[in-house]
């Protein structure tokens, strides 16, 4: 690691040594970027007659229904997200440093798993429609209940799991305000709320922007609520093209339209973001809240535990009740195998991901080259593109490279290979590399960024070299942020359904997919332990973000 | 003459801590006020009460004749003809220059209010600069801009919170001297809180010099500095020190001070005083008996700042021409001047 700890200029790195460095990074950009750039070169294959077909048909739903789900969850996580950080950052009221930590739960609800618990409660035979019929009298078709497996349904499910990514970027905004910009605004005769809208919110609209986006790509990504809700979104039809007509290269262009929309969409979001980039108020006074009073602060409790049960509290409790219920039949050799496959499987992709983070991350660090700069940003842009997506990405090549070993093998030693990537642990592993490596990269980069120049420059000076540097400065500084990439992808990869849904070997199950199947099979019950299990790991991530993003106490009250 | 602003009794408290206690401050209509004093001595509490940020727990503030805060009400902000620059300014970053100045106009026509945003403009002189973002502007811009949208309303008093703290030295006199010029031809009224003297010298005709939550005095910037009341005020203004002395009753004082008046002693004084020397009481003088050890000294350019031993180990301060050039250790000659000298009774 000599060259690593070199400081951010290039003193101290021999020119050869820069040489292998900048080849091994381009040679890992050009690997991340394989599927993504597969998936653009089917835009130039030929379009199949299905085609007219999917024009015909069901192209203009799976626009309709995606754009029409993007434009729910916004205004659901705008209104969830921004309300939820203004009364926690803002106001004073009951129960408000709970609150403040218990609005962060529904990140640990994947949207899959909160849909079919919803279904389950809320089905004519669920416990709330039963009690309803038991306490009115009322027989079946003798009232109206919103059907849970609708478009609403699912912007409802969505929205309560994704407000966070906006509470949690507004909440930040709002505390860093500078409190003597919003009492200027009370000395010229603003109220309150009207000082709320109009300077405190368009101060956030940086954080309120980058939060719905994210809230966004995530609802873009999701497959599973839309499957199990029966809803004909981008993602559901991408599989049915696959799987259903047979298409893969129809489907890998669709992948193509779905990804260029979100990379658009991310796109639109940095460049919005940079002309709004307000320069901050120097001053911090302390943060003097607004103490709310009588019905008013009744008003923020009841609300805000409304959204965290909902949220959170209310599907958990029902999955821990199904899972209590069911337990003698759950947990057997299956669940042990379940488990095990998932942590393996997260443990070795979480592992992969914060290698080639630091790897990265120091890149970055000792390069001034706009170049690769531009190699490390390309490697962090799998996260916006859906895990649907960089499926298809892989298995395209790894099929075509598959063939080709095969023939050539068959030709050359009269011996067939099969299939060697395609359906294997490490095409699997390779996927959620693209996907999470940019959750790893942002932690560590922070930390790193953390440790700034004059640091190395300083122990260089009391004559430390560039490995003693890491190990003996770097390392220690680092090591929250190191743990905390590799908890962040550990849970994210425990959570994602699609990516292992198609990539997944034969007969390899994990806690999402047997959740997803089980659900699927109308079998609520059983798939309570594994939707549970993933949950409360889920929630492992949440405590560390409680305490760095919740700490409020040391800079601002 | 009408009085603008009544503070009167006012206490301010947080919790268990009283930050301001029993103040009482007028000030007249056009007159400009100072609140100086250490920093966490509350004169940013007291302000903050007259915006209304902070309630009172005794007494009542009033303006123009008119109940603001009492014990059993606060008038929010927003309700009072107050106007506010504020330490960073607080300038809103999403609008510009004349979004800031016009947005407290919001009672105004249209047209008014263009008209009313230009008139500012042009008095802090920043028509040019009417559609620039605040992060465009230099420090002096910014505070001029808060300035003018403070004034946009025509608030009945202005209040300035350290608001030339965040300029470099040499822009800080400047602007107090310009901002002082501004205030009186437009005969506002304005209450300024500040830590540093000369601001407070430059600006003010009436300064409440505060002490850990109590006015200790009100006085014009003259008499704060020439008849200062208490130790506290001595110490606070201006450079000086404080010297325990022996005095007998012929009025002759030890260490060879020499003498004061004895009509210039209060009547009930002890055998000891307390005497404030300004560093301009002990002058440099070749022919004098009287030879001090110099313990330290610093160099200001035209002058020398020497630091002097008496005899019982009490430090005194001697200004001198820059030339005067004696190394530490050795002896200065000094004569006394005391005719001015501030006493204290002895403990």
């Known amino acids: 690691m000599e060259i690593s700890a070199s400081s951010t200029n290039n003193r101290g790195v021999s020119w050869t040594s820069r040489l292998g460095w900048q080849a091994l990074l381009f040679g890992a950009t050009v690997v991340l970027a394989v599927p993504i750039l597969v998936i653009l070169s089917n835009l130039a294959q030929p379009y199949s007659p299905s085609w007219q077909h999917l024009f015909d048909t069901v192209l203009q739903d799976y626009v309709l229904n995606s754009l029409a789900l993007m434009i729910g969850v916004g205004i659901g996580t705008l209104i969830l997200g921004v309300g939820a950080a203004w009364v926690t950052a803002m106001c004073d009221f009951p129960g408000r440093k709970f609150l403040s930590w218990a609005f962060l739960l529904p990140l640990s609800m994947p949207a899959y798993i ?47 799991v994704l407000y966070p990514y906006v509470y949690m970027l507004v909440r930040v905004a709002f505390l860093e305000q500078s409190t003597a910009v919003l009492e200027a605004s009370r000395t010229l005769g603003r109220k309150p709320l009207a000082t709320f809208f109009m300077v405190a919110l368009p101060l956030a609209r940086p954080a309120i922007v980058a939060g719905v986006s994210l809230a966004l790509m995530e609802t873009l990504a999701d497959y599973g609520t839309v499957a199990y809700f029966g809803v004909s979104a981008f993602t559901t039809g991408i599989f049915r093209t696959w799987y259903g007509l047979g298409e893969l290269t129809t489907a890998a262009q669709l992948c193509a339209f779905l990804m260029i929309f979100v990379l658009t969409l991310m796109v639109a979001e940095r460049w919005s973001r940079q002309r709004l980039r307000f320069h901050k108020n120097s001053a911090q006074k302390k943060l003097v809240r607004i103490k709310l009073r009588g019905w008013r602060a009744s008003l923020a409790t009841v609300l805000s535990l409304t959204v965290v049960l909902c949220g959170f509290a209310i599907p958990a409790f029902q ?74 990405g892989i298995i395209i090549p790894a099929a075509w490279l598959d063939n080709h070993i095969d023939a050539f093998s068959r030709a050359w030693f009269d011996y067939p290979t099969g299939l060697i990537l395609s359906g294997t642990l490490g095409a699997l592993v390779f996927a959620y590399l693209v996907r999470f490596l940019s959750v790893a990269l942002n932690t560590v980069d922070a930390g790193l960024n953390s440790i700034k120049s004059n640091i190395d420059e300083s122990a260089r000076s009391l004559g430390a070299s560039g490995s003693v540097i890491v190990r003996r400065v770097h390392l220690p500084i680092l ?32 806690l999402a997919v047997r959740t997803y199947e089980l659900a699927s099979d109308e079998r609520l019950m059983d798939a309570a332990l594994p939707a549970l299990s993933i949950v409360i790991i889920g929630l492992l991530p949440i405590m560390i973000i409680t305490k760095s993003i919740l700490n409020e106490r040391s800079n601002h009250a | 003459m009408h009085r603008q602003l009544i503070i009167n009794d006012v206490s301010v408290k947080y919790e268990n801590t009283t930050a301001i206690a029993n103040a009482n401050f007028v000030l007249d209509q056009g007159e400009i006020g100072c609140l100086l004093g250490p920093s966490g001595c509350g004169k940013t509490t007291l302000l903050r009460a007259i915006a209304g940020f902070e309630p009172v727990s005794s007494g009542y503030i009033s303006l123009d004749g008119k109940n603001l805060s009492t014990t059993k009400f606060t008038d929010p902000p927003e309700s009072r003809a107050v106007g506010m620059v504020f330490q960073d300014f607080a300038l809103f970053p999403h609008l510009n220059v004349e979004g ?56 009945q008093i202005l209040l300035l919170d350290e608001p030339f703290s965040n300029l470099d030295a040499e822009l800080r006199t400047q602007l107090a001297a310009e901002v002082r010029t501004l205030l009186k031809k437009n005969k506002v009224t304005a209450l300024l809180v500040t830590h540093d003297q000369d601001e407070a010298f430059a600006m003010a005709d009436k300064i409440a010099l505060l002490n850990n939550g109590k006015i200790a005095q009100v006085d014009s910037p003259y008499k704060l500095y020439h008849k200062p009341a208490s130790l506290f005020a001595a110490d606070f203004i201006g450079k000086g020190a ?106």
Not at chain 1, 120 to 148: A, M, V
Not at chain 2, 260 to 270: A, F, I, Q
């Open chain 1, 479 to 510: 090591k929250t942020s190191l743990l905390t990439a590799l908890l962040l992808v550990f849970v994210e990869v425990l959570k994602e359904l699609p990516t292992t849904l198609i990539l997944r070997p034969f007969n390899f199950n994990t």
């Open chain 2, 242 to 347: 404080i010297l325990n002395v022996g005095i007998d009753a012929a009025g002759i004082l030890g260490n060879d001070l020499g003498s004061l008046s004895l009509s210039s002693l209060p009547e009930d004084m002890g055998n000891t005083v307390k005497l404030l020397v300004r560093p301009d009481d002990v002058a440099y003088d070749e022919g004098s008996d009287t030879k001090l050890e110099i313990i330290s000294k610093s160099f200001l350019g035209p002058n020398y700042l020497y630091e002097l031993a008496l005899n019982d180990g009490q430090l005194v301060p001697c200004l001198t021409h820059s030339h005067i050039d004696i190394p530490i250790g050795e002896k200065l000659p000094v004569r006394f001047d005391l005719r001015h000298v501030v006493i204290f009774n002895g403990d």
């Open chain 1, 319 to 392: 999955l821990l009740v199904w899972s209590l219920n069911h337990w003698q039949q759950s947990i057997d050799n299956g669940f042990l195998t379940l488990l095990f496959n998932s942590f393996s499987l997260a443990a070795m992709a979480s592992i992969c991901c914060l290698v080639l983070a630091v790897f990265f991350a120091y890149a970055r660090r000792i390069s001034s080259s706009g170049l690769q700069i531009g190699a490390i940003n390309i490697a962090g842009l799998g996260y916006a593109v859906p895990g649907t997506v960089i499926a298809v």
């Open chain 1, 114 to 160: 909160i849909a079919y618990t919803y279904t389950g409660i809320l089905d004519f035979s669920g416990p709330l429609q039963t009690s309803l019929r038991n306490i009115f009298g009322w027989q079946f078709g003798d009232y109206y209940f919103p059907e849970i497996r609708s478009l609403g349904g699912a912007i409802c499910m969505l929205s309560l």
């Open chain 2, 100 to 155: 800031n100045i016009g947005f407290g106009l919001n009672a105004l026509s249209k047209q008014d209010k263009r008209h009313r945003i230009e008139e500012m403009l042009e008095l802090v002189s920043l028509q040019a600069e009417g559609h620039r973002f605040p992060h465009e502007l230099s420090g002096g811009q910014q505070q001029r801009v808060a300035l003018a949208r403070a004034l946009a309303p025509n608030p």
